[in-house]
């Protein structure tokens, strides 16, 4: 009995992959031909860029500002070739001063996916962003994982460690050593609140507290408490007793810690 002859592949289905190939390589020969000033009718009203250089696939805004807030410049490169799964892909590459972050995304129809967010920097030169002013230290970024929707943060993952801390109103030349702020998961509700736990390095603090960030209201409070080890030095223990008659010590000589910031 003759063998039955093998089925033939559908016309429809030779054809799909030669056309999702070539509509890519059309849609990135259209792409490179923009110039990267559209970016900027893409954005949200508050934020305002200026001076674009390159293309729309791969370019640069030299001034950026949210809310009037100058917020630095920022280079970027699309992949457009994820269109396909209705997802954008982009590398991304921001500095405000000394200060630069850089990560690879995926923008979608519901939001926002970054991994690998890495870098960091002098953390006054962000103060106008973070509320810090008067802070003073050198800090690194290494988040692991970010997902938003927009405006609202549904995880977080990594850490980011800061050294060399001086804060101006405990007294400008006391170094306050070095402390890690560890995020280890989604949000604690729907408006995106994230929480994040705060490490000290065995320095001349012991610090325990919990910054909890609320990118919907654009808040952030840092509570826990705060008590002098046996190696700070004597002006170190100077401002905490300072502190201390504002904020009494608890039975195990802690003093509270409740501040807040807007960004």
């Known amino acids: 009995m ?10 429809r289905r030779s054809f799909r992959a030669p056309l999702a190939i070539g509509a890519c390589a059309l849609l990135a020969v259209l792409i490179a031909a923009l110039p990267a000033s559209l970016a900027g009718a893409l954005l949200p009203h508050a934020v305002h860029a200026t001076d674009f250089s390159g293309s729309f696939w791969h370019g640069a805004a030299g001034r950026i500002s949210v809310n ?37 995304a995926h923008l979608g129809l519901h939001g926002i996916e ?58 400008a030349q006391l170094d306050l050593g070095a402390y890690t702020l560890h995020f280890a998961g989604p949000a604690a509700d729907a408006p995106g609140t994230i929480e994040g736990q705060i ?34 030095p004597p002006a170190l223990r100077t401002a905490l007793e300072d502190l201390a008659q504002l904020r009494p010590r608890d039975a195990q000589g802690r003093i509270p810690l409740e501040i807040e910031f807007s960004f």
């Open 2 to 11: 003759p063998a039955s002859p093998s089925p033939r592949p559908s016309k």
């Open 114 to 171: 970054a991994d690998s967010i890495s870098g960091g920097g002098a953390l006054e030169d962000i103060a106008t962003l973070t509320g810090l002013a008067g802070w003073r230290a050198t800090s690194t970024v290494a988040i692991d994982h970010l997902s938003a929707r927009f405006t609202q943060l549904k995880e977080l993952r990594g850490d980011i460690t800061i050294a060399d801390l001086h804060i101006a109103n405990l007294g």
């Open 199 to 232: 490490q000290d390095s065995a320095g001349p603090l012991e610090v325990r507290a919990v910054l909890t960030l609320s990118p919907e209201n654009h808040f952030s409070t840092l509570h826990g408490t705060v008590r002098e080890r046996a190696s700070a």
């Open 68 to 104: 009037g807030i100058e917020c630095g410049a920022a280079e970027w490169q699309l992949h457009p070739a994820e269109l396909i799964g209705l997802r954008l892909g982009l590398e991304l590459r921001w500095v405000k001063g000394e200060f630069a972050l850089a990560s690879r």
